[in-house]
């Protein structure tokens, strides 16, 4: 499935990154750090997940700000990514776009809250 992340500084866009190869295969290598494209104009950084298997649960991680991803595969892949993401950060779903065979959900992550 394609992962899309934007709206955010390149560290926060890494910190993604990192919860997403720490639980599925990915594209982007372990230590790959997301590059901004324009000083002036938003960056969208994206990476190919494979989500059929999971490596490991996440764990809870920090963002600096809230970060805005784009995801669309089949929807059993948006959903077992979604429910990954809800274990490293807070997840709200902002927006979702139906197909027969495909969904793509447009979600907002900020780091958990303290207990």
């Known amino acids: ?4 992340v934007t709206g955010c500084p390149k560290e926060d866009a890494r910190t993604v990154f990192d919860v997403l190869r720490r639980s599925f295969v990915s594209d982007r290598p372990a230590g790959d750090t997301p590059e901004d494209a324009s000083d002036t104009r938003p ?3 994206t990476a190919t997940v494979d989500v059929s298997e999971t490596k ?3 764990g809870p991680s920090r963002l600096s700000v809230p970060v805005m991803v784009e995801a669309q595969g089949g929807y059993w892949a948006v959903d077992r990514l979604r429910k990954h993401l809800a274990d490293a950060f807070t997840v709200r779903l902002v927006g979702t776009a139906a197909g ?3 969904q793509e959900i447009r979600l907002r992550l900020e780091s958990h809250r303290p207990a």
């Open 56 to 58: 490991t649960g996440p």
């Open 43 to 45: 960056t969208v950084w």
């Open 100 to 102: 027969d065979q495909e």
């Open 1 to 4: 499935m394609v992962v899309a």
